[in-house]
Structure formats: C-alpha cells, structure tokens
C-alpha cells in the first residue's frame, strides 16, 4: 500500500499523463519565458528525454482566424 501511494506522488505518474518537464541544466523552467531565456532545453517525457533549441516570436496563443459575417437570414 505505501508503494502505490509512493508511485501516486511521484512526477513520473503525471508524466504518463501526458505532460513533460522542461529543464535547463539543473533547474526546472516554468515559464515560457524562462524557456525562451535558457535558449536549450530538455524536455523530458514519459517514455524518454530530447534536447530541444528554443526561440521563436514569444507569442503564446494562436491568432484568432476572421469570422466571417453571417448573412441576415430575413
């Protein structure tokens, strides 16, 4: 019982989850920026780790594509 509870706690149960853990060197990056700041990184999955260049404009979210105007239905 103390060993589930044990592999419950550990980051590596949240991996498998689908989420990753960005680090530079030692230190673990919780911020976009701080990513951007660190120029590589390692990015590590659940079923393994890659090395990874960052860069890029900064912007975070996609652009919003034009909606198009509804035609009057009257």
Same mark, same amino acid.
């Given at each position: 019982?103390? +060993?589930?509870?044990?592999? @419950?706690? @550990? =980051? ?5 989850? !689908? =989420?990753?853990?960005?680090? @530079? !060197? $030692?230190?673990?990056?919780? @911020? ?9 990184? +390692?990015? +590590?999955?659940? $079923? ?6 960052? !860069? ?14 509804? +035609?009057?239905?009257?």
């Amino acid at each position: 019982a103390l +060993e589930r509870l044990r592999a @419950s706690l @550990s =980051y590596r149960s949240t991996l498998a989850r !689908g =989420y990753a853990v960005v680090r @530079s !060197g $030692d230190r673990v990056l919780t @911020s976009a920026a701080a990513a951007r700041a660190a120029g590589t990184v +390692e990015i +590590e999955f659940a $079923d393994g780790q890659v090395d990874a260049v960052t !860069g890029g404009s900064g912007r975070t979210t996609k652009p919003r594509a034009a909606t198009p105007k509804q +035609e009057s239905l009257f």
